[in-house]
């Protein structure tokens, strides 16, 4: 495999719909929490109020019509050809929205559990624990693509594009805390 632009752009463009699935939530999700506001054994929140049923529809949805549109629009690139193999990558792109929800989700539930309180930083549980859910969800449908190279690549992207998401939302008001 040649690491050059279009591999670059190959990977990139193959795990946008989980960056996008991660990232609407902040945008149009806030209602409904998941755990209905009930507390675990440990007496903390299961997930905790910054995890809702309105947050994690909007990712599953904006997540696949992200996969779908480069399905559509990006006719040749490896995984986006509409045709047989379009309708293979929306099925992976469902997988990378619905993994990067679990992900995400199994992170609050683990912060909750370390007693850390909902919005509080976490670097692996925050960056990383939405990616690696992600892609094994991922990985049904693209075996052959989700090398151990490729996936150290995806996940290293993740982390930086987080970081840079979420200070940006952050400066722009959308995110109380940069992380
Ligand atoms: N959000 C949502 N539903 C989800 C995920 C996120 O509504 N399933 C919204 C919430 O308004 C949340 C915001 O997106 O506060 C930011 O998401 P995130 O950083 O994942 O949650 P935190 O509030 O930081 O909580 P936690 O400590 O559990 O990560
Ligand atoms: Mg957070």
């Known amino acids: 495999m040649e690491f050059g632009i279009a591999w670059l752009a190959s990977v990139l463009f193959f795990v946008l719909p989980s960056w996008v699935a991660n990232s609407s939530p902040v945008l149009l999700g806030g209602a409904w929490p998941i755990d209905w506001g ?12 910054g995890k809702t049923w309105l ?11 992200c996969a779908v549109l480069l399905a559509y629009f990006l006719p040749g690139t490896e995984f986006a050809v509409w045709g047989d193999d379009a309708q293979n990558y929306v099925i992976g792109g469902i997988l990378l929205s619905c993994g990067a929800m679990a992900g995400d989700l199994a992170g609050s539930f683990f912060k909750r559990r370390l007693g850390q309180g909902e919005g509080s930083p976490s670097f692996v549980l925050d960056q990383l624990a939405f990616i690696s859910i992600a892609l094994l969800f991922a990985w ?3 075996p052959a ?8 690549a995806l996940i290293a992207a993740s982390y930086v594009a987080h970081r840079l998401a979420n ?13």
């Open 55 to 65: 947050g994690l529809a909007a990712g599953i949805s904006c997540g696949t019509l």
């Open 38 to 49: 009930k507390d675990f054994f440990d007496g903390r929140r299961i997930f905790g109020k």
């Open 167 to 179: 200070w940006w939302a952050h400066s722009a008001g959308l995110k109380k805390v940069p992380w």
């Open 145 to 152: 693509f989700l090398t151990w190279e490729n996936a150290a």
């Open 140 to 142: 049904q449908a693209h």
